[in-house]
């Protein structure tokens, strides 16, 4: 049993980044698509689908390397936990990395990242971090 969905989708992506595959595959669900979906814009990965299926649909992320085969994800952690959850508050959002990484937040509007929460000025639970 999985306790910990954005952890797993954090470790896929971390396992499948060091050995440079091309793509990876976990179960979907409604957040974790939506973490995809932020990771997309934000040019982080190349795409990712959603494969219907029985009993749960599959995630698939395809996952992008530079012209030379350098890793765009150098790092990916999770950052609120389900033993500790961590808020912020929009004021205390910084850029992270001088704005060359980011945070995605689950906020009352969703799944955003942490330039959208600025710029919006939302305060959430921080999800993951990525640079």
Same mark, same amino acid.
């Given at each position: 049993m999985m306790t910990d969905p954005i952890a797993d989708l954090c470790t896929r992506i971390r396992n499948a980044n060091a050995i440079k595959m091309k793509s990876t595959r976990m179960?979907?669900?409604?957040?974790?698509? &939506?973490?995809?979906?932020?990771? +997309? =814009? =934000? &040019?982080?990965?190349?795409?990712? @689908?959603?494969?219907?299926? @029985?009993?749960?649909?599959?995630?698939?992320? @395809?996952? +992008?390397?530079?012209? =030379?085969?350098?890793?765009?994800?150098? =790092?990916? @952690?999770?950052?609120?936990?389900?033993?500790c959850r961590i808020y912020v508050g929009s004021d205390e959002l910084k850029p992270v990395l001088r704005g060359m990484g980011m945070r995605v937040l689950s906020t009352n509007k969703g799944i955003v990242s942490d330039r959208t929460a600025r710029a919006e000025k939302l305060g959430g639970e921080v999800l993951c971090e990525v640079f």
């Open positions: 179960p979907a669900s409604k957040v974790k698509v &939506g973490v995809a979906q932020i990771l +997309k =814009e =934000e &040019g982080f990965i190349a795409d990712y @689908t959603v494969e219907p299926g @029985t009993p749960a649909s599959t995630l698939v992320l @395809t996952l +992008k390397y530079g012209d =030379e085969g350098e890793r765009v994800i150098r =790092e990916i @952690t999770r950052i609120s936990k389900p033993g």
